[in-house]
């Protein structure tokens, strides 16, 4: 009876339902528009064509200042930097005079010339003295007291002298060439000057940009103590720069001196630049098994800056040619960190679709994954539809 109780009291328990299935969150279902707001917001829908496109070959590297056209200046004497004129991203001239230092190398030039200034007085006055010697024994000769010799050897005295001067002056020469070419200061000492005193123009050497272009960095700040050779500023044409691209080890065949190639950054998206590779690498980076490619660009009105990234794009001569999806370039909007665009996926109704978008031309970009042709994508008032998805994905927050 005990048992048959228990089975009943059992029978009559009720049973725990499990939970249901968690449903998965929907994807962007996209946004609807009436006719009167895609009117007013302009929004043009397209059919995606595909175009020929060559083979390509693309390269990632970056930006550096062309080394032909970058130059440093440096400190030709131990010394202290006084004052600077130039400061980073300063346009300079060539022959400008960016910094001066202190030195007391002026001062033990101006006192080596000065000192071969007096030898050469005196041995003007020894010379002197020789020819009036020489002439008295000439003289003598005449009167039958003197010898040849006696005048051979005064002739050698005129002749000594007139080396010693000689000499005297070349001496003098690359004193003062040092001190107003090499030192480029004064040969005398600045009127007035006063023992310690540093702020004279002329006691002080002037660091001169050796060419013109921009001021791509700064060592010295005044007070700094200074050695010759050390390199106080860098300054380089902007005009003109290199692309250092990596080009991996199985690609090096497709790659040769004198090809053409487009640059693109992505300040400048529906701008590329062309190049042309000079040089390619001799060694191969072990870690990332690529060989660097030297691409020279011209950067007109300095809008390629050193430091960017940039893609290379160059046609592989000998493949077969292929075809690619394009899209007008404001076809593509940044959302979240991706490349997306705009598919109509029904009279009215559009969603963002994730893209891959690949080099442009002519306003056009090509699209490597993500579309097909056959569909419709809105290609003007995107940016206006992204607002919108946008404006209504956070009300639904």
């Known amino acids: 009876m005990f048992a048959i109780v228990l089975i009943a009291g059992c029978a009559k328990a009720p049973v725990a339902e499990a939970p249901p299935p968690k449903e998965k969150p929907e994807a962007n279902p996209g946004l609807k528009l009436s006719d009167e707001l895609r009117r007013a917001a302009g929004i043009v829908v397209t059919t995606v064509l595909t175009r020929a496109e060559p083979p ?4 990632n590297g970056r930006l550096v200042p062309d080394e032909e056209k970058t130059h440093r200046a440096a400190a030709i004497v131990d010394g202290r930097v006084m004052r600077l004129f130039a400061n980073v991203g300063d346009r300079v001239g060539k022959g400008q005079v960016l910094a001066r230092i202190h030195s007391h190398e002026i001062h033990e030039a101006r006192s080596e010339y000065q000192k071969a200034k007096v030898e050469l007085a005196r041995l003007e006055t020894q010379r002197a003295f020789a020819e009036k010697a020489r002439d008295r024994v000439k003289r003598l000769l005449d009167l039958k007291a003197a010898s040849v010799e006696q005048v051979e050897l005064a002739e050698r005295d005129v002749r000594n002298a007139a080396a010693a001067i000689e000499s005297s002056r070349a001496e003098l020469k690359r004193t003062r060439l040092h001190i107003e070419e090499f030192l480029d200061v004064s040969v005398d000492e600045p009127a007035g000057h006063k023992p310690g005193e540093t702020d004279h123009d002329d ?4 660091v001169r940009a050796p060419a013109a272009g921009v001021v791509l960095s700064r060592v010295a700040n005044t007070g700094t103590v200074v050695r010759p050779g050390d390199e106080l500023f860098v300054i380089s044409d902007t005009g003109s720069v290199w692309m250092l691209a990596a080009v991996p080890e199985a690609d090096m065949a497709k790659v040769r001196v004198g090809m053409e190639a ?4 992505r300040a400048f998206e529906d701008r590329p630049f062309t190049g042309r590779v000079t040089r390619i690498g001799d060694q191969l980076d072990a870690a990332t ?3 660097q490619a030297r691409i020279a660009l011209n950067s007109s009105g300095g809008a390629l800056k050193p430091e960017m990234y940039a893609t290379a794009e160059m046609t592989v ?3 077969p040619a292929g075809e690619a999806v394009y899209v007008p370039r404001e076809a593509v909007q940044e959302w979240n960190g991706h490349s997306v665009v ?4 029904s009279a009215g109704a559009f ?3 994730a893209v891959d978008p690949g080099a442009g031309a002519a306003g056009l970009v090509a699209i490597r994954q993500g579309l097909q042709p056959g569909e419709r994508v809105v290609t003007r008032g995107s940016f206006v539809l992204k607002s919108e998805m946008l404006k209504s994905t956070l009300i639904e927050e």
């Open 56 to 59: 390509m070959a693309r390269f």
């Open 203 to 206: 006691d002080t050497v002037p």
């Open 262 to 265: 487009r640059v693109s950054v």
């Open 289 to 291: 098994r690529t060989v």
């Open 317 to 319: 001569a000998g493949a």
């Open 342 to 345: 705009f598919v109509e996926t």
């Open 351 to 353: 969603e963002p679709r």
